[in-house]
């Protein structure tokens, strides 16, 4: 049974005059849709609306029922009783009364049984139970397309390669003795006309509480609460926005810490606390197929991805420690470094000023120890693991693929996107044109003109791009602040007349004091601009109406992932590939606006700058994050307890512990998705600068983990369950990110690190025999500094210093001619080596690296074939049992027969449908 069979046959309608002030509103004329007809004929019954049943709480704090202990509570409603309130607001309070009670009216025509009880803790709140009889379960069932269980499954499983270690490994996951493993059956969409072809031994538990939860709620998003004139109102999510409902949540079947001891309850929340979201338990696998039923298949695939994506990590994060650890063993030993530190060689190189007229000149052994920090990074270590991380990230996408693929089966989601997915409410709402449906042929409603969709779309990228225009203008005036706070750092860190900064010279350099400071305003602004852009892009894509809840996602999926791409990539994007590009050399500086002078990198390039920028906002972000999303909560149900100590001496049902609890953003899963990616984004993008950004991202999502199951199953409402066969859009993000982090890193050894050109400098001098220098890097400083004379300096950019007269050359990062030489100050020959081998390096990289990601994408299938036999093997199940037996005897009853055989061939009928019931 289709969707528009039930609810959106808005062709024919019914009108009626209702007569006086009834409680449904000064309403002169309602119109009922014909599929409303039975619903609502009689709801007009004298001048009052069906009453819900009132009851009083029954004393037992731990019931899922209803007072009667037989129907099962399937979704709650909470509001405030406006007739208790001391002040006078009377339209708006019999506005919303006329609304809920039609609201009410609305839900139980359509079957749905109510029951309401009056709070323990507060007197003005009223409890709603709603609670789905049978024929209502089997109707939705099949409306949303459910699978559900036609006969166990006959295929033998594969033993798993890790049954020789299960002494070892079943400590590693939840106790089989409170989570037993559940009995796998063959699925079918739900039909309610072949009720009897499906594996039912009790009703009462044959729609498990999260398919009950989640045909409750598409029950509550789509009965209407109001109907004046063509105009009809409906959706619990507007009863909500407007106050007439202050909750709707499906309820927690126990208390997270305390086992419940009422009849028929799992206890699966106490079971996921225990064995998945407790502290203790932080070394455990999770249990997947339980967080699934307890909360639905689109809690279950994020946690999924989630504990997949980290165990890849522990991979990553293995090598990137231990190319971490070879160049903190090597920093000492590092020839560029020694010479740097060498007071015969770096303290005999003066350096040239870094900015005009005030700054001094300096010696180059000043930022000995900034240049050992940077061979922790910048070495041939950091080469292999850029590498290494380019087929780390194909080889994760790809088991990702073949993981879910397992999950989709297993969950039946394998066809969840070719069924047609129910429209939202707020795209139903503003349905006032009519198309033809270019699928069916069939006329329909649409909220807009093909016109009208363009203008939606047109506001929507303009507004994205002005946003997008301003994370730029950030970015530009932080790199203002950082040239002005360098000029004020170099002045005085620089000047001997400052006594008391003279033991921070050894260790803090200009260059490394504003990279610290501009990282921490630069995260600031991040923080400030997302919570700005958050509303923004929500109110873009609720202006666009997308048609379902997956197109809505996904379009405030593409704009976000936008603009914290721009947001939080675009500073380290800058350090890594435009400072210290455009400085030309100290005689002609290159300045910003006119006015500023660029900034220049260290004698070892922005590569330590860019790990700073990059710890700085991972470490930040995840701070952040864990106080907005657990101490915030956290603190939130303390303060309210604490307010209401006293009503907790009384005993208090499941349903008020409940509202107690805060409720989930209507957005879910989408920031939790979100922090991931842009995780993912730093551990691939820049990690050539950072081998240990997959360290980090590892024990953060170790906790995260963790800290996402405690919040979710101690500190929120239970989530309405929603099917997902995957992660969304943010799997072509993901692929996106991985195509271009092999282009970043690249990018960022050839023009970030110096390892090109020490690599030239080695080919070029010192493997040759005739070389200065055999087999060693000595001399590779003196050759990548240039020198310049200090007369050629002009007005604006001589510095004025007492000893400027007795300093005839200075020193500077490039590799140009000499003074005196008939080119001087043009980049010699040496520089067009370097520049030729940076090309060739990115090219023969990225092909090597493409053509590995390639071969590796189509050897590994997508889905396993053992996947492929059993959905083959349920869908030939499917066909048999639900459609060929039925079709053959209707075939067998039409056709053509003589008097003769007609006896024996209803004999013949007889006995296959004997066969057929037995």
Not at 137 to 151: D, N
Not at 788 to 816: A, E, G, H, M, V
């Amino acid at each position: 049974m289709r969707e528009n069979d039930i609810l959106e046959m808005d062709s024919v309608s019914y009108t009626e005059e209702l007569e006086g002030d009834t409680e449904l509103g000064m309403i002169d004329e309602v119109v009922y849709p014909e599929e409303f007809l039975p619903t609502y004929q009689s709801i007009k019954e004298g001048t009052r609306v069906a009453k819900t049943q009132l009851a009083e709480f029954n004393d037992k704090p731990d019931s899922l029922f209803f007072n009667d202990g037989v129907r099962r509570i399937d979704f709650m409603l909470v509001y405030e009783d406006e007739e208790k309130k001391e002040y006078d607001k009377r339209h708006m309070f019999q506005r919303r009364k006329r609304r809920r009670e039609y609201f009410e009216a609305s839900l139980m025509k359509m079957g749905i049984e109510l029951e309401a009880t009056q709070s323990v803790v507060d007197d003005k709140l009223m409890f709603v139970k709603v609670h789905m009889p049978w024929d209502v379960l089997c109707t939705y069932a099949e409306v949303l397309h459910i699978k559900l269980p036609i006969q166990p499954n006959d295929l033998a499983s594969r033993p798993s390669p890790w049954r020789f270690f299960s002494c070892i490994t079943k400590h590693f996951y939840p106790n089989e003795e409170l989570i037993s493993r559940e009995t796998e059956f063959f699925t079918a969409p739900f039909e309610k006309d072949r009720l009897e072809y499906f594996y039912i031994k009790d009703k009462d538990v044959f729609f498990t509480p999260s398919m009950r939860s989640r045909m409750a709620y598409y029950i509550l998003s789509r009965a209407p609460y109001e109907i004046r004139g063509n105009m009809k109102k409906f959706g619990i999510t507007k009863l909500l926005d407007g106050g007439v409902y202050k909750a709707a949540y499906p309820l927690h079947d126990c208390r997270f810490n305390v086992k419940s001891t009422e009849k028929d309850c799992p206890n699966e929340r106490f079971l996921l606390y225990q064995e998945w979201a407790h502290p203790k338990s932080f070394y455990k696998m999770q249990p997947l197929d339980l967080i699934r039923k307890y909360y639905g298949e689109k809690i279950g695939i994020y946690f999924a991805w989630l504990g997949f994506y980290t165990i890849m990590l522990a991979l990553a994060a293995v090598v990137g420690l231990g190319c971490f650890i070879y160049g903190y063993k090597t920093q000492e030993t590092s020839t560029w470094s020694k010479e740097v530190c060498d007071p015969e060689i770096g303290g005999n190189i003066v350096m040239c000023p870094q900015c005009d007229r005030f700054c001094n000149y300096w010696r180059l052994n000043t930022t000995c120890e900034a240049s050992k920090k940077l061979c922790i990074f910048d070495n041939y270590g950091t080469l292999v693991f850029a590498v290494f991380m380019s087929i780390w990230v194909t080889l994760f996408l790809e088991f990702w693929k073949r993981y879910q693929a397992e999950l989709e089966y297993e969950w039946d989601t394998v066809e969840f996107l070719e069924q047609e997915e129910p429209r939202r409410p707020e795209y139903e709402a503003k349905c006032i044109y009519e198309r033809k449906n270019p699928v069916t042929g069939v006329k329909e409603k649409v909220p807009y003109t093909t016109c009208g969709r363009c203008v939606r779309v047109s506001v929507g990228i303009g507004t994205v791009l002005f946003w997008i225009l301003l994370i730029l203008a950030s970015i530009v005036a932080i790199t203002v602040y950082r040239l002005a706070v360098f000029f004020t750092f170099s002045t005085r860190l620089r000047s001997q007349e400052l006594k008391e900064l003279e033991p921070l010279k050894e260790y803090v350099t200009p260059q490394m004091a504003t990279s610290v400071t501009a990282s921490l305003i630069s995260f600031v602004v991040i923080m400030i601009l997302n919570i700005l852009y958050e509303r923004v892009a929500i109110w873009i894509t609720d202006f666009e109406l997308p048609r379902t809840k997956t197109d809505y996602e996904n379009s405030l999926t593409l704009k976000m992932f936008l603009f914290q791409f721009v947001n939080y990539y675009s500073s380290c994007f800058y350090i890594a590939f435009a400072k210290g590009k455009a400085v030309s050399y100290p005689g002609e500086p290159v300045y910003l606006l006119g006015k500023y002078r660029n900034e220049e990198c260290d004698p070892g390039g922005c590569l330590f700058e860019l790990t700073t920028q990059l710890s700085i906002i991972m470490g930040g972000k995840a701070i952040w994050n864990n106080i907005q999303e657990v101490l915030l909560p956290w603190i939130k149900n303390l303060i309210f307890r604490h307010c209401n100590r006293a009503a907790y001496e009384k005993v208090i049902p499941r349903w008020e512990q409940d509202y107690q609890l805060q409720a989930i953003s209507k957005l879910g899963l989408f920031y939790e998705y979100l922090e991931m990616v842009i995780q993912f984004g730093f551990v691939t993008l820049f990690v050539a600068s950072f081998p240990l950004a997959p360290v980090l991202a590892l024990v953060n999502n170790l906790f995260e983990i963790r800290v996402d199951a405690w919040k979710i199953t101690t500190q929120f409402r239970r989530i309405v369950p929603e099917k997902a066969q995957d992660i969304g859009a943010w799997q072509p993000i993901l692929q996106g990110i991985a195509i271009l982090a092999v282009a970043t890193n690249a990018m960022i050894i050839a023009f970030t690190s110096d390892m090109i050109p020490r690599l030239v400098y080695y080919w070029s001098f010192s493997v040759y025999p005739y070389g200065d220098h055999s087999n060693t890097m000595e001399g590779y400083i003196n050759s990548s500094l240039s020198i310049f004379n200090t007369s050629d300096f002009s007005s604006q950019s001589k510095p004025i210093t007492d000893n400027s007269t007795l300093i005839t050359t200075c020193r500077y990062r490039d590799f140009r001619y000499p003074p005196g030489h008939p080119r001087q100050y043009e980049h010699n020959v040496y520089y067009w080596h370097v520049v030729a081998a940076k090309m060739a390096f990115i090219i023969v990289l990225e092909h090597i690296v493409y053509l590995t990601k390639f071969i590796l994408s189509y050897m590994i299938p997508d889905v396993p074939y053992a996947v492929k036999e059993r959905i083959k093997r349920e869908k030939y199940l499917t066909q048999v049992i639900l459609h060929e037996t039925n079709l053959k005897l209707v075939t067998k009853r039409l056709k053509p027969v003589d008097d003769e055989t007609l006896e024996h061939t209803e004999v013949q009928v007889g006995k296959e449908e004997m066969e057929l019931d037995f």
